[in-house]
């Protein structure tokens, strides 16, 4: 079985403060456990596509 894991570089431009969990380390070190996990052999990573701002609307207010 493969899984999929699609990402974008733009992820660690994401900065909503210190005292926030999502933040660009959290992304980094979550993505290096992946890569040495035994579970890294059924892996593939593919660079994600930018979200529309309809897209970005299905989760997120507009004022946000």
Not at 33 to 62: D, F, I, K, W
Request: charged share 20%; with cysteine.
């Amino acid at each position: 079985m493969t899984t999929f894991i699609y990402y974008h570089d733009d992820c660690l431009l994401h900065d909503p403060g210190q005292s926030h969990p999502e933040n660009a380390r959290r992304i980094l070190s979550i993505l290096d456990r992946l890569r040495s996990s035994p579970l890294s052999g059924s892996l593939q990573y593919h660079e994600a596509p930018l979200g529309t701002q309809s897209q970005v609307l299905l989760a997120h207010s507009e004022e946000l």
